[in-house]
């Protein structure tokens, strides 16, 4: 069987397969297989007949353990374990990854504590690739220039270009694209797009105007002048980066949910960095710790200001609380936009369902689960839920739980009344009202809703109200209203305020920048108007809402001024002590020098580090607890 190299690294000084390797009667090569929670690297023996197809990030099929597995090739040439027979590769799949990736991923293991067959499989084919096509002569345009809209820096190293959310990124890439192929050493243009819609629609664009794009891993990996993907576009088998473009940098669409939460924009500006190549980010509201890490430029003010979206601001700390959510400037709004006919209003309400939080209508007693204590909401079971019934709550209606999924009836649990009233409204109640009240059809579009649901239908409603999810569903609109904004801006989690102006950005680009013929509203709902969030919004301008993000990080020890890693599990505490150097001698915080680590609540624990690299060696030198474990770095909801 193959040998376990010894602590499961690459040796030093191994790599494509040379001359006196060549020569050798079985050179030894380094595989690492593809077999999840597997972190050990295996050296096995090269056959001669398959010298002249293996290389540094080969696919080939081995023997472990009596399975025949896939595996990546990682080095060549290594020294062989002593006393331990080797065991030929089995075969070759096909192409995988470029050595410079494969170091890369190496790199994005530690960074965020995962394994390494993650980010070699994120860079590999779905199918087999058995060679690579010829990539073609680019002649690309000279890069079209708007005035005033803000250029792109194009010199060495990673930038941050600030960029009006109604500002056409086009011209950007093109000068991006333009001055690479201008440039002396040859390579591929990277460019990111937190969706798929917006990434066919740039690659179309750019095609359009004679520059060609990869429609695939192999002519990516082959050499192709421009790469245009989303999020797993950070891994695309390039050889080399000739330059590399992120738009809308902030959008929380670049980092990955599952464990390892790796950033696709860290990836390309990582790789960026080891090609000599510049890296811009683009985005109309930069994050603290990009403004933090980066160079900021931007245009002209008055370019930027016209491209951010008219806002009006809904001052409800003097409203009648019986109006609930719909405002007499929210109605006006409504009725104004639908009877011009300009297009569909979406109204935001981040709150599935009919009613989030009850209270009883006898004796005021929230409305809750019997077993768990969490607050219980509305659901309906029949189609009898849209007839006539109590203010909160109709046949067919019954009482469920969100987190541990449990139902009951409609009653009471202290006094036994079936009526209840709604202290928080969900999307599904809000809706009945509009409807009510307008007199028409109003779509509901939440994330569970299929994915058909679109322009046609919002089109024949005139209104429609829905999630967050509707921002994405919607790419036109005469108005955006956000029924209850306070919710973004309090949510607990340290990047509440940077979130919550992103969606007023989606929503701008829905309705057209103010400088824009016939652009639409933005309203904004809140009780606390004097927000930063709101500031900028209004003014078009998220320079004070950074500066007064990063006052308050630096005092709060919070990122960009601390590295943070979310730990979750049942061995979460056992494993964050052997992280920090603590014994277990309490539920408490503990700390070992500049480390620290302490419990969220649960089976959670926080630990916090000066920076990055002190934290990830220390996760990467602290060996796992057995049993599920969770590491996160980079949380955002926290």
């Known amino acids: 069987m193959g040998g376990d190299a010894e602590g499961g690294r690459v040796a030093p000084g191994v790599g494509a397969l040379s001359p006196s390797h060549l020569m050798a009667d079985d050179p030894v090569i380094r595989v690492v297989p593809d077999i999840p929670g597997l972190a050990k690297q295996f050296d096995y023996t090269l056959p001669v007949s398959l010298r002249d197809s293996v290389a540094v990030g080969t696919r080939v099929r081995i023997v472990l353990h009596g399975r025949r597995v896939g595996g990546w090739v990682v080095a060549i040439g290594v020294d062989p374990p002593h006393g331990v027979e080797l065991r030929g590769i089995d075969g070759v799949t096909g192409c995988g990854p470029p050595p410079e990736l494969i170091e890369v991923a190496e790199w994005a293991a530690w960074r965020w504590a995962g394994p390494l067959t993650t980010f070699l499989r994120a860079a590999s084919p779905e199918r087999r690739v058995p060679r690579l096509p010829t990539p073609p002569v680019v002649t690309g345009p000279e890069g079209e220039r708007r005035s005033g809209a803000g250029e792109a820096p194009v010199g060495g190293g990673a930038s941050l270009l600030r960029l009006a959310p109604s500002s056409d990124p086009l011209p950007v890439v093109l000068e991006v694209v333009d001055a690479a192929r201008r440039g002396a050493r040859p390579g591929t243009v990277l460019v990111m797009v937190p969706s798929r819609g917006w990434a066919e629609r740039m690659a179309g664009r750019l095609r359009r105007r004679g520059v060609p794009v990869a429609q695939g891993w192999s002519e990516a990996a082959a050499g192709w002048p421009v790469v245009v993907g989303v999020r797993a576009a950070a891994w695309t088998p390039a050889p080399r980066l000739a330059a590399a473009i992120v738009l809308d940098a902030h959008d929380e669409a670049y980092q990955e949910e599952r464990a390892p939460t790796w950033v696709a924009w860290a990836v390309a500006v990582e790789r960026a960095r080891r090609d000599g190549a510049p890296c811009v980010l683009v985005s109309p509201c930069p994050t603290a710790e990009l403004v933090h890490q980066f160079p900021v430029s931007t245009g002209d003010r008055s370019v930027e200001r016209a491209g951010w979206p008219r806002v009006v601001v809904a001052d409800r700390r003097l409203d009648d609380p019986r109006t609930g959510l719909l405002s007499d400037a929210l109605v006006d709004l409504v009725r104004r936009s639908v009877d011009l006919g300009r297009g569909p209003v979406v109204c935001v309400l981040n709150r599935r369902g009919r009613a989030r939080l009850l209270a009883c209508a006898s004796c005021g007693v929230l409305a809750r689960c019997t077993r768990c204590g969490w607050p219980a909401e509305t659901r309906s079971t029949t189609d009898e839920a849209r007839v006539k019934g109590s203010p909160a709550t109709r046949p067919g209606d019954e009482l469920a739980c969100r987190r541990c999924a449990s139902v009951r009836p409609v009653v009471c649990a202290a006094c036994g009344s079936g009526r209840f009233k709604v202290l928080r409204p969900g999307v599904s109640k809000v809706r009945e009202d509009l409807e009510a009240l307008l007199g028409r059809q ?142 277990r001698v309490s539920a408490g915080p503990v700390s070992a020098g500049p480390v620290s680590a302490v419990p969220m609540g649960g089976d959670r624990w926080l630990i916090r580090a000066p920076d990055h690299q002190v934290l990830c060696d220390r996760l990467a030198s602290s060996p796992r607890t057995e049993g599920r474990l969770r590491v996160a770095l980079d949380p955002r909801d926290v």
């Open 442 to 583: 109003v779509v509901e579009v939440t994330g569970a809703a299929p994915s058909d649901v679109g322009e046609d239908r919002v089109s024949e409603g005139g209104v429609v109200i829905g999630t967050e999810a509707v921002l994405h569903r919607v790419r036109r609109a005469a108005a955006v209203a956000f029924l209850d904004f306070d919710q973004h801006l309090l949510a607990p989690r340290f990047g509440a305020a940077e979130d919550a102006l992103a969606l007023v950005v989606r929503a701008g680009r829905m309705v057209g920048g103010r400088g824009q013929e016939g652009s639409g509203v933005v309203l904004v709902q809140t009780r606390i108007p004097e927000h930063a969030v709101i500031t900028a919004a209004v003014h078009g301008d998220p320079g004070p809402l950074v500066a007064e993000e990063l006052a308050l990080r630096r005092q709060l020890l919070l990122p960009p001024f601390a590295a943070l890693a979310l730990v979750s599990g049942p061995t979460a505490e056992e494993y964050c002590r052997r992280v920090v150097g603590g014994d």
